[in-house]
């Protein structure tokens, strides 16, 4: 049986979750239901994508995943389904899903749902699909999918020029720089991290390197560079929060 996960901007405080989740139990009372998170900013699509984009690989192919946010506050057109990399993803089609792979969607289905019926029409979706009724009966084949590029860093010989594109719930400043590059770029060299009016000299292999209080850098399981201060809240300490520019010099043999 396909598991279901459920990521939202709805919040703890009010109903919204327990509707969703009564909605797919009423439709499929075997249902397995698993929360990724529902405390993501509201309305903020790099939030939500940056989230399931970090997770949605560490379940089985074929887990069904709903993705519950304000889709008029977004102007999407309509809800869709897209399979991308062996799984299934049902929301709005307002960007979210084409932040959280590389890769294309293998197929895409739009859904014949008002945008301010999908709160309650969703939920019943994700629960065929758990039944394993095909999308092909639940929609329309199309090619409208509403897509954003994510912001890269720029890998030159000389520098990695990225961005803080995230702050997690300890106020760690997770950037774009990914691993491969520094790997590749800091064989056998030198190099200086800059960030804000401040700099550092080297790459942590883990937190408690550092004492409390002091700045880390460390690449996270995603392959990240993260930064933060051990023990206490990096983003407001270093003064620094979404799209930060955060850069890797490397030193230029001189030879």
Same mark, same amino acid.
């Given at each position: +049986?396909?598991?279901?996960?459920f990521?939202? !901007?709805?919040g *703890? ?6 509707? #969703?989740? =009564? ?10 239901i &698993? ?8 309305? /903020? ?7 399931l ?15 519950g946010? !304000?889709?008029?506050s *977004?102007?999407? %057109?309509?809800?869709?389904? $897209? %399979? ?15 932040? &959280?792979?590389d890769?294309p ?24 699909? $758990? ?5 092909? #009966?639940?929609?329309?084949?199309? !090619? *409208?999918f509403?897509?954003? +590029? ?16 995230? #702050? ?17 770029l800091s064989?056998?060299?030198?190099? #200086? &991290? ?16 550092? !004492? ?5 850098f460390?690449? /996270?399981?995603n392959? %990240? ?8 809240h ?9 799209d930060?520019?955060?850069?890797i010099?490397?030193?230029?043999? =001189?030879?």
């Open positions: +049986m396909p598991l279901i996960t990521i939202s !901007d709805f *703890q405080s009010d109903h919204y979750v327990a509707f #969703t989740k =009564a909605r797919i139990l009423r439709e499929h009372p075997e249902a397995q &698993i929360d990724i998170s529902h405390d993501v900013k509201p309305f /903020n699509l790099a939030h939500i994508a940056f989230v984009k970090s997770v949605f690989r560490e379940f089985p192919a074929g887990t069904i995943h709903l993705i946010n !304000d889709a008029d *977004q102007k999407a %057109q309509s809800y869709i389904i $897209a %399979q991308i990399e062996e799984h299934i993803f049902i929301g709005a089609n307002n960007g979210v899903m084409s932040l &959280i792979s890769k969607p293998e197929a895409i289905y739009q859904l014949e749902i008002g945008i301010a019926e999908g709160f309650k029409e969703l939920p019943s979706i994700a629960a065929k699909l $758990a039944k394993h009724i095909s999308p092909e #009966t639940l929609g329309s084949p199309t !090619d *409208q509403n897509e954003y +590029m994510p912001r890269k860093a720029r890998a030159t010989k000389k520098e990695i020029a990225g961005h803080v594109i995230h #702050t997690d719930h300890y106020g760690n400043l997770i950037t774009n720089i990914e691993k491969t590059d520094f790997d590749i064989a056998n060299r030198a190099y #200086t &991290i800059v960030f804000g009016r401040d700099i550092a000299h080297q790459v942590n292999r883990s937190i408690p390197e550092v !004492d409390p209080g002091e700045v880390f460390i690449f /996270n399981s392959g %990240q560079l993260m930064l933060g201060i051990n023990q206490g990096g983003g407001q300490l270093l003064g620094l929060s979404y930060s520019p955060i850069s010099k490397f030193e230029v043999d =001189a030879h």
